[in-house]
């Protein structure tokens, strides 16, 4: 460790990966762990997107890519942004990566300097920080409670605001909370932005379709947030295609072009079966994945009324993504069999040693109220593991 970088001791281990390693280990070891912990849908890839990577292995798709994409994906994510989002991107505002979390890390590495300030509402999705501290950012953590969604309000921004602040990184539907913010809700961040043109946001928007009150809104389409906003999204929460590694941003043209360079430098273009393969996807209509977003609305419904029968559970009803985010820091100062529950990162151990349920800790997600469990699993599973958890607690 002496002789790693400053950078990577520095930097945190992914704590959704690093859950996921231990509840695989405990497994290992023999014992029935049930994985509530990641943030992966648990379905197959549609049959129309397998066909499209099976056709393109058969077309020899091999050699290397452009750098931001094969230009017929970037004119699919160009009719997705406008059928979906309202949104006009021409193909030099496009830049597809090897996922979503590629794109969030381009982005940090380009807009960000040494000391700049970067505004995160908490609960946020465990990378951002991390990636932003990669790029010499400072992280500004702005709490929010269940009392208000998890949501930030326009004066919770402005009193974060400070001369060095560059951006504002924001998920919605968010990950963990699963909270959707409205159209006003946006034009009320947006009002704040305004007087302060040196703040660009990172709108990250991969759970778009994963909402279950509808009316998706992109900051990018609030008046005045077009030329500030980098609007990133992907297919692998929708699609269920996380291991094929297919995220894209649109952004003002500089932005893009910034991005581009400095992925020619460190990976090139993403996966070329993949890419083609996302065109099939993106140009789907969104009844083709419905049963998807239905079946986690039915999961959500469930978990829900099952976590309200276990005292202690403090719960909202997220209205998007995969996730649940109870607050359960009424254990904390409690001895349950023989352990003492001091935070939430006691708590999610504590379930994971006892009910052999695999969840998050929400200090990953900067709330230390909390913790995250995952829907993205079988009705079967999810009973099972909230009746094991009922059981402990
Ligand atoms: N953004 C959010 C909010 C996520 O939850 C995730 C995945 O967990 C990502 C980005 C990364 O997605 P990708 O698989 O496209 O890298």
């Keep these: 460790k002496a002789f790693l970088s400053d950078r990577i001791n520095g930097m945190a281990t992914s704590a959704t990966l690093a859950m996921a390693a231990k509840a695989r280990e405990l497994r290992n070891a023999g014992k029935d762990i049930i994985g509530l912990s990641l943030g992966e849908p648990d379905f197959n890839i549609p049959e129309f997107i397998k066909e499209e990577a099976k056709t393109a292995i058969d077309q020899n798709y091999r050699a290397y890519t452009p750098v931001d994409g094969y230009a017929e994906l970037k004119e699919a994510i160009a009719r997705k942004f406008k059928r979906d989002n309202g949104l006009a991107y021409g193909l ?20 960000i300097n040494e000391g700049d300030e970067v505004v995160l509402p908490a609960p946020y999705w465990v990378s951002y920080s991390d990636i932003v501290k990669l790029a010499g950012g400072v992280p500004v953590e702005v709490p929010t409670s269940i009392d208000t969604d998890f949501k930030m309000t326009p004066e919770q921004l402005e009193a974060a605001i400070t001369p060095k602040t560059k951006m504002l990184w924001f998920s919605s539907p968010c990950n963990p909370s699963g909270s959707v913010y409205s159209q006003a809700e946006l034009e009320g961040l947006a009002e704040v932005l305004k007087k302060h043109e040196q703040i660009f946001v990172v709108s990250d928007e991969i759970y778009e379709h994963i909402n279950f009150v509808g009316g998706h809104v992109s900051i990018a389409n609030v008046d005045g947030m077009y030329d500030r906003t980098i609007t990133v999204n992907g297919v692998s929460k929708a699609f269920a295609m996380t291991g094929w590694r297919i995220g894209f941003i649109g952004a003002p043209a500089w932005i893009a072009k910034a991005c581009t360079k400095f992925q020619g430098q460190v990976t090139s273009g993403a996966n070329a079966i993949a890419q083609r393969a996302t ?56 001895t349950l069999k023989g352990t003492t529950i001091n935070n939430a990162s006691d708590f999610a151990l504590y379930l994971l040693e006892n009910a052999n349920v695999a969840t998050v800790t929400g200090e990953a997600f900067g709330n230390p109220n909390c913790i995250r469990i995952s829907y993205a699993a079988s009705e079967e599973q999810l009973r099972e593991a909230i009746s094991r958890i009922k059981a402990v607690v």
């Design 279 to 334: 065109i099939a996807a993106l140009d789907a209509p969104v009844s083709k994945i419905q049963y998807m977003i239905d079946e986690f609305q039915k999961r959500r419904d469930l978990i829900l009324s099952l976590l309200k029968e276990i005292d202690g559970f403090y719960l909202n009803v997220p209205e998007g993504a995969f996730y649940v985010f109870p607050d359960i820091s009424s254990f904390f100062g409690k």
């Design 92 to 111: 030099d505002q496009i830049v597809v990566s090897t996922g979503a979390k590629q794109s969030l890390a381009n982005v940090a590495m380009c807009m």
